[in-house]
Structure formats: C-alpha cells, structure tokens
C-alpha cells in the first residue's frame, strides 16, 4: 500500500474532511498547507492508487478533490472507480486547463460533482467545496440503478459489475464496457472498431497497421471469455464473425 503524502486519518468532527489527490509533490504539499489554513482537514495522496487503497482502509471524507491528470489511473478513470465502489462522499475536479464539453459530460456522467480551476486560488476552490457541499456533506444512500438481465448475465451499471449465473466475473473496467455494449442489443455486431473505441475513445489508433488495433481487440474479447469460462467451460454466447465484429448471442 503507498501511503498518504500526509497523516491525518483521524478526522476532527468540526472541519470539512477533504481527500486530495495531486500528483505534483508541490502543488500536493502547498495547496494542502493552504486548505488547512482555511480550516479544512485534508487528507492527500501522490496518486488515485494511494487514495483507493485509504478507502479500503475505511477512511471518510465529506468530499474529495481529484486533479484531472493522474500517473497511474486517470482522473476520470478514478472518477469512474470511485463510482463503482459506491463511495458515500461526492468528489470534484480541480483541473489546470480548460476542458472541453464532451471531457465536462463524461466526468459528470461519472458521478463528478463539479470542476473548478486551480487558477481560481485556494480561497475560491474552498468557498466552492463549501458551496456545493452545503458547508458539510452528510452522506446519502442513492437509489440502486436497475439490474441488467440478458440470460444468465446480470450488468449492475452503476458499480460496472457483472454476474454469470450468480457468479462475479471480476472484470476490469475496459472489459466491462465491451461486455454492457455487445449485451445491449443481442443480435447486433458490434464492429472491431466500435469495440476499440468503447475501449479507449474515439478515434484512438493503437498497434501494428492500419488495423493493427484489431489484435487488441480480440486479445480483450478472449480475456473476456475465459472468465466466462471460469464458470461455464462451453460458454458461446460471445459469437464471432471476422468481417463483422463481435454480437450477444441471440437467446
């Protein structure tokens, strides 16, 4: 486990408890210096890794700050994590650029509650998490998104989890969404090249040629089946077809 940049694990009942992730050692230690300063009680770390294991670790927080590039898993990736985990508290991007409306639309569709510019200074950014926050967030149970049943597969979209015959697949987060889009709509290929771009974005190139990106694609597909597999050896419900892609069979 990579530990906290800093250690105030044990929160005061009076502050606002905030977690900081920030990349940049000083940026972390001085924007960290200056909440305090503002009476709010920060806990930082150097990368989402540090701050998902924190929360394995059952720590609490009325709000946490993401910076929107991360080392090792992205801002929005982390976003996406913390959403799946059903964390109790919202989080907010603190971004040093200015984001175009598809980058704000994928964030808030991931649960972000707000972006705010680190040019702004820490006296903005705090009267901000105040403002959204309400001053304290007392945490909210939200309603469960409905289930997804294809067959034997459940899809729970807001957790990005899915189940085989009661079974947990354990699928990373890229091999879900190629999962949730072939099940979507059985019957219907979904293109090599849909499928990549479920995987990355649109657009993205990757691998060998011009359709190098394709290897990636079926390697993905494979991992996929043989966790499906785990369960049920003759598993065939992922059908191929080398001109068109890859479909949910037809029940």
């Given at each position: 486990?990579?530990?906290?940049?800093?250690?105030?694990?044990?929160?005061?009942?009076?502050?606002?408890?905030?977690?900081?992730?920030?990349?940049?050692?000083?940026?972390?230690?001085?924007?960290?210096?200056?909440?305090?300063?503002?009476g709010l009680e920060v806990e930082s770390f150097r990368d989402g890794r540090s701050m998902l294991d924190g929360i394995d670790a059952e720590l609490q927080a009325?709000?946490?700050?993401?910076?929107?590039?991360?080392?090792?898993?992205?801002?929005?990736?982390?976003?996406?994590?913390?959403?799946?985990?059903?964390?109790?508290?919202?989080?907010?991007?603190?971004?040093?650029?200015?984001?175009?409306?598809?980058?704000?639309?994928?964030?808030?569709?991931?649960?972000?509650?707000?972006?705010?510019?680190?040019?702004?200074?820490?006296?903005?950014?705090?009267?901000?998490?105040?403002?959204?926050?309400?001053?304290?967030m007392a945490p909210k149970a939200s309603d469960p998104e409905p289930a997804v049943q294809q067959g034997k597969l459940t899809l729970r979209p807001q957790v990005?989890?899915?189940?085989?015959?009661?079974?947990?697949?354990?699928?990373?987060?890229?091999?879900?969404?190629?999962?949730?889009l072939l099940a979507a709509t059985p019957g219907r290929f979904a293109s090599y090249r849909e499928i990549y771009d479920c995987m990355h974005y649109a657009g993205?190139?990757?691998?060998?040629?011009?359709?190098?990106?394709?290897?990636?694609?079926?390697?993905?597909?494979?991992?996929?089946?043989?966790?499906?597999?785990?369960?049920?050896?003759?598993?065939?419900?992922?059908?191929?077809?080398?001109?068109?892609?890859?479909?949910?069979?037809?029940?």
């Amino acid at each position: 486990m990579t530990a906290p940049s800093t250690s105030s694990a044990v929160f005061s009942p009076q502050k606002m408890r905030v977690l900081f992730v920030e990349d940049d050692d000083d940026c972390r230690e001085a924007l960290s210096a200056e909440f305090g300063d503002h009476g709010l009680e920060v806990e930082s770390f150097r990368d989402g890794r540090s701050m998902l294991d924190g929360i394995d670790a059952e720590l609490q927080a009325d709000v946490a700050l993401l910076d929107w590039n991360l080392p090792d898993i992205s801002g929005i990736d982390l976003a996406l994590e913390l959403k799946r985990r059903q964390v109790a508290f919202p989080y907010v991007f603190l971004t040093g650029k200015a984001l175009g409306v598809g980058h704000e639309m994928l964030a808030f569709e991931r649960g972000a509650l707000d972006f705010i510019d680190k040019a702004r200074g820490v006296s903005i950014i705090v009267k901000r998490l105040r403002a959204l926050t309400g001053g304290r967030m007392a945490p909210k149970a939200s309603d469960p998104e409905p289930a997804v049943q294809q067959g034997k597969l459940t899809l729970r979209p807001q957790v990005s989890r899915a189940r085989w015959d009661g079974n947990d697949l354990d699928l990373t987060l890229t091999e879900y969404k190629i999962l949730a889009l072939l099940a979507a709509t059985p019957g219907r290929f979904a293109s090599y090249r849909e499928i990549y771009d479920c995987m990355h974005y649109a657009g993205f190139m990757a691998g060998g040629g011009e359709d190098g990106f394709r290897t990636n694609v079926r390697s993905a597909l494979k991992r996929i089946r043989n966790k499906f597999r785990t369960y049920q050896p003759h598993f065939a419900e992922i059908e191929n077809h080398p001109g068109l892609g890859y479909r949910w069979r037809v029940s």
